[in-house]
């Protein structure tokens, strides 16, 4: 069932979605030469404390980290690692969130380790604006099926591909919540999106084959192609005035919790 927020609520879901925006770019900011995904990790879990809140992606299911820290070919859920060190040229995929007052925020973001190569950056930069093209259909009256079928053609217009397999999602309460936001879809398909409704939108996007494996770990989902992957995320608030992204922070340089 779709949970509606009222406006104390949301207010709940704003806070814990600034915490969340602000823990990914810290860890984002700390991208450099030789750092392991498992101290990228440690600072977005030092981060997500020291503001009072709850890492709401760690022991969920069994994970070990406080952020899914997915490099190169890996699409998703890579568990942080003391002898996964990053590398000049690497694309890193930084996936996170935490829970403060009974609410969840949700946000991911891929971060170049200095100069990548021109392939690279354009994935990063085709998947950014295809979240913003997501974003932009997710207007109060229209459907799911919109902000997927939105997502979807700007990615396939570029060159690139979209998961199958993995998809968005409500998130308030739980972290995953209904509906599913696949990033594949038809236009006024799916569920009406209403004023109150807060989905997690998430282009999960490849250079080449849309296919993915999950590795025998149980989470790191790797290209098949072993090409390229590139992932970013907010978490959106549908309202009657359009909608509202509640962990906006990270985008914007200047920004500050
Ligand atoms: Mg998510």
Redesign the pocket.
Known sequence: MIQVKNAGELAKMRRACAISAAALKAGGAAIEAGITTAELDSIIYDFIVRHGARPNFLHLHGFPGTACISVNDTVIHGIPKKDIHIRPGDIVSI?TGCKLDGFNG?N?CTYACGKVDKEAQRLMDVTKESLHCGIAAALAGSRVGDISAAVQAYVEENGFTVVRDFV??G?GRE??EAPEVPNFGRAGHGPRLVPGMTI?I?PMVNQGRPEVKTLSDGWTVKTVDGKLAAHF?HTVAITARGPEVLTAGWEDPAWTL
């Open positions: 996936d949700d991911a968005g999602h998130v972290l995953h997690a998430e995320e």
